[in-house]
């Protein structure tokens, strides 16, 4: 059974910055892309950023493009998001997202088959 557990999510001044780790189980991790996927209160999801199976490529949205990294490690079955210079449009509950496809990348919200439960991030003003 796929499993994702969200954590690293809070309250945090604008300009702050906060990691986000989701802990995968259930599938083998090492042989998908994997992305961050986030919803803002009355709006779609949004996707954030993708990682390549070996963490050496990356995407990002323009939206957080320089201000966000993302990794992984294969080892400990975990994906991380790194959120610098928060905004307060930044403010979602943020999943991890698993591809429909195995080994290829997926950059639209629909085109992922598994979610985590998401982990709140709230940026003030």
């Known amino acids: 059974q796929v499993q994702f557990v969200e954590s690293g999510g809070g309250l945090v001044q604008s300009g702050g910055s906060l990691r986000l780790s989701c802990a995968a189980s259930g599938f083998p991790f090492s042989s998908y892309y994997m992305s961050w996927i986030r919803q803002a209160p009355g709006k779609g999801p949004e996707w954030v950023s993708a990682?390549?199976?070996?963490?050496?490529?990356?995407r990002y949205a323009d939206s957080v493009k320089d201000r966000f990294t993302i990794s992984r490690d294969n080892a400990k079955n975990t994906l991380y998001l790194q959120m610098n210079s928060l905004k307060p449009e930044d403010t979602a509950l943020y999943y991890c997202?698993?591809?429909?496809?195995?080994?290829?990348?997926?950059?639209?919200?629909?085109?992922?088959?598994?979610w985590g439960q998401g982990t709140q991030v709230t940026v003030s003003s």
């Open positions: 997202a698993r591809p429909r496809w195995i080994g290829t990348w997926a950059t639209i919200p629909g085109d992922h088959d598994h």
């Open positions: 990682i390549h199976t070996g963490g050496s490529m990356t």
